[in-house]
């Protein structure tokens, strides 16, 4: 069975681990600079654990890397890598600045190896059914992502870099919420309603000059507009099961209306979809093992390292939603219409 190295052991990794195992993967190595941490990852799959990377990415062993270190060091470790010839998966967001964006697209090109990134709600059981039911029911005549994120603790501009982690401090996450969390709601946009034409839209910072209030409407080549309303908002009880978390994606169809709804940051609870269609009496509601969307992205990637094809989010697709962050990163209130042939 091909060998797969996991670099960075730290809190995303639970799920991570439990979406490798769902799907079969081969652990063989891990590294971390938190001993710690590599090592109690290593011992539960019977791993060799490595405290430099370079040494690490020499043993011949590993076929495939997963990279889950912070954001600011994703363009390092991913390209090193891809240059030592391995196939990667990168956690989101790809990198933290859109030149290493484009270099990590040339370099994977060059190398021609399997690249995914971990936007693992592709695989979130009621999107994938959207994407699917779209077809039949269209034309689309409009679609709603929301993503509403309830905290008490919205940064002030005033985070103490000396107990903050690497996540509050924009040098090393990229951004604010646009960044850690709306990108997978453009990499759902991207992959259900494919590649907008034109943004128009408002986004506000934070005192810590940070995104927290998302508006934008992207106008697809179909003629339809897609709506993203994201913010962190000071609201109890946000999600339909009171988590502090509610993502919503709405499609008005001609035949059908269908909702979706993930239930928490993780998706832990059981998403719920709903579909009202034309001549259908009653609406069906579905809800389904949310733990699908961790496994789902390990199994498409563990086919993509047997096909050396990738079958999740690529490195383009990677690139595409850090282009779109780093054009909304600019919009203020008094926007014009961006057009969007720039995008890969
Ligand atoms: N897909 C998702 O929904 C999702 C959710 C949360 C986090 N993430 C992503 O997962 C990644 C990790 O996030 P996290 O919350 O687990 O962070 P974390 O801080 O909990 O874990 C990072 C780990 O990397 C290790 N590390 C740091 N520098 C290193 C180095 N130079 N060499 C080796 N190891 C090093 C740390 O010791 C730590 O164990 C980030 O890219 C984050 O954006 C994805």
Redesign the pocket.
């Known amino acids: 069975m091909r060998g797969i190295g996991l ?7 639970t ?2 681990r439990q979406g490798l195992r769902d799907a079969g993967g081969n652990l063989v190595a891990t ?4 001993e710690e ?2 090592k109690q990852v290593a011992a539960e799959f019977g791993a060799k654990y490595y ?1 430099d ?1 370079d040494e690490f990415l020499a043993n011949k062993e590993i076929e495939a890397v997963i ?5 600011y ?2 363009f390092q ?1 991913a390209s090193k890598a891809v240059e030592a010839g391995k196939m990667v998966f ?4 790809m990198t933290t600045n859109i030149n290493d964006s484009l270099e990590l697209v040339k370099l994977v090109q060059t190398h021609g190896k399997l690249f995914q990134v ?4 592709r695989f979130h059981p009621a999107f994938g059914q959207i994407k699917s039911k779209l077809a039949s029911v269209g034309p689309i005549l409009g679609a709603t992502i929301k993503l509403f994120m309830a905290t008490s603790a919205r940064p002030d501009g005033k985070v103490d870099a000396s107990k903050a ?3 509050s401090i924009p040098e090393k ?1 990229g951004g604010g919420f646009l960044v ?2 709306a990108s ?1 709601s453009l990499d759902l946009m991207l992959y259900t309603f494919g590649i907008p034409k034109q943004l128009w839209g408002n986004v506000i910072l934070d005192k810590a000059g940070n995104e927290y209030n998302i508006n934008s409407f992207f106008l697809m080549p179909e003629g339809y507009f897609v709506h993203l309303q994201m913010a962190i908002v000071l609201v109890p009880r946000v999600g339909y099961q009171n988590t502090f978390w509610e993502e919503t994606v709405e499609v008005i169809a001609d035949k059908a209306i269908i909702r979706a709804e993930g239930s928490d ?3 832990m609870l059981a998403p719920r979809l709903s579909i009202r269609e034309h001549g259908k009496e009653t609406s069906e509601i579905i809800q389904e093992n949310a733990m699908s969307q961790w496994s789902g992205e390990f199994n498409a990637f563990l086919d993509g390292i047997a096909k050396n094809q990738c079958l999740g989010s690529s490195v383009i697709d990677g690139y595409r939603v850090d282009q779109i962050i780093d054009t909304m990163k600019t919009l203020t209130a008094d926007q014009k219409i961006i057009d969007l042939n720039f995008l890969y």
């Not at 670099?7 to 990794?13: D, K």
């Not at 590294?31 to 938190?34: I, M, Q, R, S, Y």
């Open positions: 670099v960075g052991c730290g809190y995303i990794t799920l991570l590294c971390d600079l938190n941490n590599g405290k990377y990279i889950a270190v912070p954001n060091l994703h470790f990168c956690e989101k967001p971990g936007y693992m709600k982690t690497w996540h996450s850690h969390s997978h940051w993780q998706g």
